[in-house]
Structure formats: C-alpha cells, structure tokens
Nanobody, 125 residues
Framework: QVQLVESGGGSVQAGGSLRLSCAASGFTDSRLCMAWFRQAPGKEREGVATICFRSGSTRYSDSVKDRFTISRVNGKNTVYLQMYSLKPEDNYMYYC??????????????????WGQGTQVTVSS
C-alpha cells in the first residue's frame, strides 16, 4: 500500500526557514518522482518543486526558485523541501506527491497519482 507521510510544517516569521519532509512507502519502481505542491483554500494547487530519482532532475516554480531546495535522502524514498527566506505569501498548506514510472520533473498536479495529507506552513510578517 502506497503511503506518503509529511512532517515539518509550522509557524515562522518572515525571513525564517523551515524544512518539510516526506517519506514514501509501498513503491517498488525506482523511477519515482516526488514533488511538493501548495494550496490555499479555494485556490488551485500550485507546483513548488519536484525531483525524479532515476534522472536526478529537479524543477522549481519561479516563485520559490533560489529560496527553496528539494533533495532526496540518500537511498531512501524520502525528500526534503528546505525553505529559506520565507515570506507571508508562502502561507499555504503544503502537499507531498509522488508518481512512479517517470523521468521528467513535472509540476502539473494532474500527473501525480499519490498524495499526502498536507502540512501547514504559516509565515507571519
């Protein structure tokens, strides 16, 4: 059974940092891509960052590029999203997602089959 478990959300002041973690289990395909999305109530889900394990490729949205870093824990189906220089506009529920059988780092939510429950990030000014 596939499961994604997120952790690491919380509250921080603007300019601060947080690290989110997502542990995936139940996957047998090494061609796994994992991603982080974020969503506000009533808004569309936005792709933030993604990494594909087989190719090592990463991709970031323009809104977080140079502030956020996605990385894989060595040999594990666990990824981190390290967030620096957080802004109030980064206030969202953050979701981990995964898709198997892929090489291309895609930020479209439609291609991801598996989702975590989400973790809240609150940035105060």
């Amino acid at each position: 059974q596939v499961q994604l478990v997120e952790s690491g959300g919380g509250s921080v002041q603007a300019g601060g940092s947080l690290r989110l973690s997502c542990a995936a289990s139940g996957f047998t395909d090494s061609r796994l891509c994992m991603a982080w999305f974020r969503q506000a109530p009533g808004k569309e889900r936005e792709g933030v960052a993604t990494i594909c394990f087989r190719s090592g490729s990463t991709r970031y949205s323009d809104s977080v590029k140079d502030r956020f870093t996605i990385s894989r824990v060595n040999g594990k189906n666990t990824v981190y999203l390290q967030m620096y220089s957080l802004k109030p506009e980064d206030n969202y529920m953050y979701y981990c997602a995964a898709k198997d059988g892929g090489f291309y780092p895609d930020l479209s939510p439609n291609v991801y089959k598996y989702w975590g429950q989400g973790t809240q990030v609150t940035v105060s000014s």
